[in-house]
């Protein structure tokens, strides 16, 4: 086998209600999702042999349990953060190119808001640290100086990036009101009903220069799901297969340190990117949408740079109203992201991306959408992305 | 010393296990001192067991001059711990010093507002508690 490009495809999504307070647990969240996206699918529980967890809240085996799956043939995990479920998609694509597994699901979520809040009593998800090998970091060497969240670490990345290359805040406000935008033409969106203005953007309140309240995400309660399958089995399935034409990922190094790193705007995505669009044999401007990673406004135009979509220190004048809405030449964020639909560690920007490939998306419907990007970025600069294509 | 600092240290300290606590024993004695590999010479902060250059497990905790620059920094409206709320708006930085290696810091002569890109730092030390030495930055002139 030469490569994993279109050996596997979505063929089933699903997503939960997103709220601020569920009254669920996150396992039954995302246990909903999996219904959501079998039934999309059309197929029943038992037919899932394969499960790559979600980063916390419950064990693959707990979903086996509650699916019924007697024999599960393979379980893994995935811990990149918000990088986590796009990186599932590589595990999950291997499985099944590879006959370890036919039927793979890729569940996450979480309760962002009524649990993990730090006000809310939580540890924190997006405000303050996650586990593993950033902790000692953080514990040892970021705590005492009281920069302890991900606001205030990727905000040196962008402090520094608007220093040397005169980035306005602007063109993190075109993130912002893009986004929002977007997502009054999705029901499902939080955030619909609310729109936004760039002066709305520049008034907001700061919560760690240079992000103010609207170059942060949303935190909601919430969960999605993915099934992917071979082409073969795609066949007599409900819906039409999307193709994983390209998936990679990649680590910015060192990865547990973010100070230490030789050129600070060299992240995952750096290394994954060139890796993806060679496996699926396309180029940026085949790309007819983007839905990219967007915890921050700022890290979604890191992304963008360090995607190639254009040079370093060029992100303003790539990101405008014009290219990245709707009708422009790239739309970012169709279904309003992170930032105006749900925060669901960016498992809902594979399920945006499958519905826009499977012209499902009604008043936000990319025309004639054949190829989309999807981007993950979680911990410290983790990232990874899939090229996906109807 | 940086508001909120007088009297019982309310701020959480850093959690100084395994080569952490070698780093902040210097401190404690008013030294910088990074790890430095004693087969290729190169310095490296965070500390770990091993040369990422070269491979050897050998190496010197080296004495840094303690003069820098800073590379980066963020200003906190919304602390994430309520311990830091007195604090506000302060500025988490990083530092880079002339060793090569870069660190988390505060710039504490510094308004906020007045930071910048290249501004040269010193390292001073903090005693913050009996147990420990937090390394600190003030503007080089």
């Given at each position: 086998m030469e490569s994993l490009k279109d050996k596997a495809c979505i063929v089933g999504v699903g997503e939960s209600a997103f709220t601020r307070g569920s009254g669920k647990t996150e396992l039954q969240l995302m246990l909903e999702a999996s219904a959501m996206a079998l039934n999309d699918a059309g197929l029943k529980p038992h037919d899932i042999d394969g499960i790559v967890g979600p980063p916390l809240g419950a064990s693959a085996e707990h979903f086996a349990a509650n699916l019924g799956i007697?024999?599960?043939?393979?379980?893994?995990?995935?811990?990149?953060?918000?990088?986590?479920?796009?990186?599932?998609?590589?595990?999950?694509?291997m499985a099944v190119a590879f006959g370890v597994a036919n039927c793979v699901l890729v569940?996450?979520?979480?309760n962002g808001y009524s649990v993990m809040r730090v006000s809310a009593g939580g540890q924190g998800g997006s405000g303050s640290a996650p586990p593993g090998p950033l902790a000692a970091t953080i514990g040892a060497y970021y705590l005492p100086?009281?920069?302890?969240?991900?606001?205030?670490?990727y905000a040196w990345l962008a402090t520094r990036h608007m220093k040397l290359y005169g980035t306005p805040f602007e063109t993190m406000g075109t993130i912002a009101v893009t986004s929002r935008k977007n997502a009054q033409l999705n029901p499902w969106a939080y955030m619909r009903g609310r729109p936004l203005t760039m002066d709305d953007y520049l008034k907001s309140r700061w919560v760690s220069y240079p992000f103010r309240l609207y170059d942060c995400c949303l935190e909601t309660d919430a969960a999605g799901a993915v099934i992917v399958t071979s082409p073969e089995r795609a066949r007599d399935l409900r819906r039409p297969p999307v193709y994983i034409s390209g998936v990679a990922e990649g680590h910015p190094y060192p990865a547990d340190d973010i100070p230490a790193r030789p050129d600070p705007f060299v992240i995952g995505l750096t290394f994954a990117a060139p890796k993806a669009f060679r496996m699926a044999e396309v180029t940026p401007q085949d790309l007819d949408f983007a839905e990219i990673y967007d915890c921050f406004t700022y890290v979604v135009m890191l992304q963008i740079e360090a995607l190639g979509l254009c040079k370093r220190g060029e992100v303003k004048d790539f990101v405008t109203p014009e290219r990245i809405g709707l009708d422009g030449e790239l739309p970012v964020n169709t279904h309003g992201g992170l930032h105006?639909?749900?925060?669901?560690?960016?498992?809902?920007?594979?399920?945006?991306?499958?519905?826009?490939?499977?012209?499902e998306c009604g008043e936000r419907q990319v025309k004639g959408a054949e190829v989309g990007l999807v981007t993950g970025w979680g911990d410290f600069g983790d990232g990874g992305l899939a090229i996906l294509r109807r | 010393?940086?508001?909120?600092?007088?009297?019982?240290?309310?701020?959480p300290l850093p959690r100084m296990r395994?080569?952490?606590?070698?780093?902040?024993k210097f401190c404690k004695a008013h030294e910088l001192r990074f790890q430095r590999c004693t087969d290729c010479g190169t310095w490296r902060h965070i500390p770990r067991d091993m040369c990422a250059k070269c491979g050897s497990f050998n190496f010197e905790w080296a004495r840094s001059s303690g003069k820098g620059a800073v590379f980066s920094w963020t200003v906190v409206s919304q602390p994430m711990l309520p311990q830091f709320a007195p604090l506000v708006p302060y500025a988490p930085a990083v530092v880079e010093l002339e060793e090569g290696v870069r660190m988390v810091s505060w710039v504490t002569d510094v308004k906020p507002d007045?930071?910048?890109?290249?501004?040269p730092v010193e390292v001073v030390f903090d005693d913050v508690t009996p147990e420990a030495t937090l390394p600190k930055f003030r503007r080089r002139r």
């Open positions: 007697e024999d599960l043939r393979y379980s893994a995990y995935v811990q990149m953060g918000g990088a986590s479920p796009v990186v599932a998609l590589q595990s999950a694509a569940p996450c979520g979480w100086y009281g920069a302890v969240a991900p606001v205030q670490w105006s639909e749900a925060h669901v560690w960016g498992i809902n920007h594979i399920v945006e991306a499958t519905r826009q490939l499977r012209h | 010393m940086a508001a909120g600092t007088q009297g019982e240290y309310k701020l395994g080569p952490a606590a070698e780093f902040y007045d930071l910048a890109l290249g501004m």
